[in-house]
Nanobody, 120 residues
Framework: QVQVVESGGGLVQAGGSLRLSCAAS????????MGWYLQAPGKERELVASISSGGTTNYADSVKGRFTISRDNARNTVYLQLNSLKPEDTAVYYCYADVTTTARVSFLTWGQGTQVTVSS
């Protein structure tokens, strides 16, 4: 079994910062890609940022220069630093991990989501 748990969301004023964390645990052999999606009310889930096991990053155009993704492979944890937040960043942020288990089964697993609310 593999679990992914996010933390770090909350309410912040526009221009402020938050740091999201996401830790994977369980019968993990290897974690390949990790990343974050967001889902705003009434909208589809969309990619925010991703990071490969080797550290290659990818960002949505809307967050480039404001958000930074990083990971700690030893802790199976990915982080998302959110700076210069805007009201339109308000959404539920979901972490995912592309996991290979100790049984050599590979799949994508998701966290439960963490709410980020940016007030104007």
């Amino acid at each position: 079994q593999v679990q992914v748990v996010e933390s770090g969301g909350g309410l912040v004023q526009a221009g402020g910062s938050l740091r999201l964390s996401c830790a994977a645990s369980g019968s993990i052999f290897r974690i390949n890609g990790m990343g974050w999606y967001l889902q705003a009310p009434g909208k589809e889930r969309e990619l925010v940022a991703s990071i490969s096991s080797g550290g290659t990053t990818n960002y949505a155009d809307s967050v480039k220069g404001r958000f930074t993704i990083s990971r700690d492979n030893a802790r199976n944890t990915v982080y998302l630093q959110l700076n210069s937040l805007k009201p339109e960043d308000t959404a539920v942020y979901y972490c995912y991990a592309d996991v290979t288990t100790t049984a050599r089964v590979s799949f994508l697993t998701w966290g439960q989501g963490t709410q980020v609310t940016v007030s104007s």
